[in-house]
């Protein structure tokens, strides 16, 4: 696995979040082999592309320790990056499958699994601060994909932006001032892939214009 930390990554036991900080303690009582701690950031800083998720799920990055590995969304993250040319290998839902991104880098908005995957506002800004330092970090960055709307205005308030003047929707791409763009997609959670809100066509169309920004032909 390749991940490579940013300037004001939370540690395993960051306090900032009362809430969070009790549930993870439960959780590393409940699943003592379970990675129960602020889930790092995969991929390295020198990527062109940031993906914005939510937060680590209970079974899934909270249980292995890498984003979107674990559980359904990763199942369609992983295997659209794969085939898009983000990411080269197999995706085994294991943190020592071998998967390495291209280009690519992937965080979520708030790094530790909240209740219920539901985090609080303030969580949500107290998290904002890392991904502030992260996309800071990141010196070839040229485009963040927010994957939900939580992500979308995670992102907004990271680069000082007010979340009036762009609005999520499905494959909106935004021109942020002194950059990146913004790209907008619906969650690829098992909610929203089962509701029909988000099909792989649809999630597919929003890699193939990143892809087509971000890698010419």
């Known amino acids: 696995m390749t991940t490579s930390s940013a300037p004001g990554?939370?540690?395993?036991?960051?306090?900032?979040?009362?809430?969070?900080?009790a549930f993870r303690a439960a959780q590393r009582v409940a699943e003592p082999a379970w990675h129960?701690?602020?889930?790092?950031?995969?991929?390295?800083?020198?990527?062109?592309?940031?993906?914005?998720?939510?937060?680590?799920?209970?079974?899934?990055a909270n249980r292995t320790g890498r984003p979107f590995t674990g559980d359904y969304a990763g199942v369609l993250l992983y295997g659209t990056l794969i085939k898009f040319g983000f990411a080269?290998?197999?995706?085994?839902?294991?943190?020592d499958d071998g998967l390495t991104l291209v280009g690519c880098r992937i965080t979520n908005a708030v790094r530790c699994v909240p209740p219920a995957n539901k985090p609080e506002t303030p969580e949500i800004r107290s998290c904002?601060?890392?991904?502030?330092a992260e996309i800071a970090a990141m010196p070839r960055l040229v485009a963040v994909?927010?994957?939900?709307?939580?992500?979308?205005?995670?992102?907004l308030a990271a680069r000082g932006q007010k979340r009036a003047h762009y609005r999520f929707a499905h494959g909106a791409i935004h021109a942020l001032p002194?950059?990146?763009?913004?790209?907008?997609?619906?969650h690829c959670s098992r909610y929203n892939t089962n509701t029909g809100q988000l099909t792989p066509?649809?999630?597919?169309?929003?890699?193939?214009?990143?892809?087509?920004?971000?890698?010419?032909?």
């Open 9 to 21: 990554v939370p540690g395993p036991d960051c306090a900032l979040c009362p809430r969070l900080v």
């Open 36 to 60: 129960n701690a602020p889930v790092p950031s995969f991929g390295k800083l020198d990527a062109q592309l940031l993906i914005v998720g939510l937060a680590p799920g209970l079974k899934g």
């Open 88 to 95: 080269h290998g197999t995706y085994d839902a294991r943190v």
């Open 128 to 132: 904002g601060q890392f991904l502030t």
């Open 145 to 155: 994909l927010a994957l939900g709307q939580i992500a979308h205005q995670a992102v």
């Open 178 to 186: 002194e950059g990146p763009i913004l790209a907008d997609s619906y």
């Open 201 to 217: 066509a649809m999630f597919e169309a929003v890699f193939a214009e990143l892809k087509r920004r971000l890698m010419p032909s």
